[in-house]
T-cell receptor, first 112, second 115 residues
Framework: QKEVEQNSGPLSVPEGAIASLNCTYSDRGSQSFFWYRQYSGKSPELIMFIYSNGDKEDGRFTAQLNKASQYVSLLIRDSQPSDSATYLCALGGSGGYNKLIFGAGTRLAVHP | ETGVTQTPRHLVMGMTNKKSLKCEQHLGHNAMYWYKQSAKKPLELMFVYNFKEQTENNSVPSRFSPECPNSSHLFLHLHTLQPEDSALYLC??????????????FGDGTRLSIL
């Protein structure tokens, strides 16, 4: 089992809809969770991070963490074509501080 | 502008060449990282430096040699690379924190092609 699992996609949603991106992980010791957005040919850009169970909202983005079920999600409300990118989930904590484990990413396509 | 600058942006080299990648961060961070990103694979952590000291070497072949002269600068020296080393090499930085992982901020990367 991979340490961090993401559906590779593409996840296709219409403009204005809610995009839901999911990430499951195997290490129960993980303590910190990050979502990055990566446009084709560009570097990863931090979108959100979450440390505690529950929801964390920032503008159109909401991160949801459920440590008991070992998943973390990213919701994007009012999706725009500019949101089309690959979204990377990353975990930190039990592997040592300052060490993040990345998933392979989910490609999101928002069509007009 | 992410606050992390990498040069060069693109590099083509032969297998017998020696070259270096450079990374500089202007965020006041004290942890720096090298990652490798190959097509359709997850980001692979290569090296971690905290306060100029190497704290992680993720079983990286010796043909990759990192150097961290201070908390703001990080180099990756390349020597006798193989075609499978062609990839995007990303530098990142973060605040060092022994309690919880702080967010890492990435540079734009160096696209490396080995002939």
């Amino acid at each position: 089992q991979k340490e961090v699992e993401q559906n590779s996609g593409p996840l296709s949603v219409p403009e204005g809809a809610i995009a839901s991106l999911n990430c499951t992980y195997s290490d129960r010791g993980s303590q910190s969770f990050f979502w990055y957005r990566q446009y084709s040919g560009k570097s990863p850009e931090l979108i959100m991070f979450i440390y505690s169970n529950g929801d964390k909202e920032d503008g159109r983005f909401t991160a949801q963490l459920n440590k008991a079920s070992q998943y973390v999600s990213l919701l994007i409300r009012d999706s725009q074509p500019s949101d089309s990118a690959t979204y990377l989930c990353a975990l930190g904590g039990s592997g040592g501080y300052n060490k993040l484990i990345f998933g392979a990413g989910t490609r999101l396509a928002v069509h007009p | 502008e992410t606050g992390v600058t990498q040069t060069p942006r693109h590099l083509v080299m032969g297998m017998t060449n020696k070259k270096s990648l450079k990374c500089e961060q202007h965020l006041g961070h004290n942890a720096m990282y090298w990652y490798k990103q190959s097509a359709k694979k997850p980001l692979e952590l290569m090296f971690v430096y905290n306060f100029k000291e190497q704290t992680e070497n993720n079983s990286v072949p010796s043909r990759f040699s990192p150097e961290c002269p201070n908390s703001s600068h990080l180099f990756l020296h390349l020597h006798t690379l193989q075609p499978e080393d062609s990839a995007l090499y990303l530098c990142a930085s973060s605040q060092e924190d022994r309690e919880v992982n702080q967010p890492q901020h990435f540079g734009d990367g160096t696209r490396l092609s080995i002939l």
